[in-house]
């Protein structure tokens, strides 16, 4: 499954919305459930989902669909 | 300058975007007074050297660390920082990190409502204050809940601080010294940890704001408190519950885990202030373990 579609699960399952779509250019002004906290918990279940950890300094370009995609791939390369 | 600080901030975090744009509608003064703090602060800033996009990025990367700090809590349950020696290697002795740190905090206090709320919780007490009192700052930080206490003493008072970081001494003066030079024969700064503190004064006001959770020993800082306050002294603190940062080292689980140490401590509790950083039920707040800001007005136990 491309990272994109397990992504999708993902916020599917996190945010509760069983219809969501994502695109790379998707962020949180697209998504009301999306906020700070979902945030985080969108973070740790990543992290689980893809078996990373994201150090101090590698959380900082999360701010849409594609650049979540980008900090995975930098990281299970 | 508030619309561009704002601007590079929405742009890197859609979600502090959908989350202070509902602040300012629900608080119309929270805005107002963030123009108002720009406008003061701006002098400042001039000072240090530091641009409105400086001070974004300052925020962002606060924000940053404080998810990275979340989010290891959740797994481990615990502060990142084992102890304060750890916290201060990496943090008050980090001049950089430390400049940063503070005036991302300062901003906060206008861009976060239960920092706000702390702040005027702050505010409406020092109101009530006697001018002649005499007081102890511990911990300046950003400068600005000393900045307020300056507001209401009178000419020939001083106040004492005392503050662990050379960083946050330097940045309170010079904010003092921003908006009056004057106001700077006002205070005694001491580069100190509080708990090797002496002196034979007693204070009738003590202010200590966000600080317990920063050391090892907690209980040990109040009781000291307790001996610097005059019998009819005042002292407020501010503190949070489940509020992972870099640099927190002393866990509280919840709001009581607070109220019983400063009890512990010899204080009976005044007035307080509970306030979560999100909107969320209490079974929601503990389950998921959200922060929850604190601040008190305590007397000594009569």
Redo the contacts between chains.
Sequence with gaps: MEIKDELQELFRDILGIDDLILEDTTSADEIDEWDSLAHINLVVAIEREFKIRFALGELSDMKNIGAMIGSILEKIK | MKNEILEIIF?????????ITTFFENSPGMEEDLDIFLDTYSNFMELENITPKKLAEAY?EML??M??A??EF??SGEYLSKNQAEAFDHTYDNEEFMTNYMIALALSQFLWKHHYEVFNFFKSIISRLDPRSSILEVGSGHGLFLLEILKIINKDNTINVVDISKSSIRMTKNIIKSIDENLARHINFHLSDISHYKTDKKYNFITMGEVIEHVDNPLKILKGLHGLLDNDGTLFITTCANCPT?DHVYLFNNVNDIRALVKEAGFEIDSELVTPT?AKSDEYLRK?K?DISYAAVLKKQG
């Design positions: 742009s890197e975090f859609p979600t502090q975007k959908k989350k962002i940053n660390q998810i990275f979340r989010k959740i797994y870099i999100e998921f959200v």
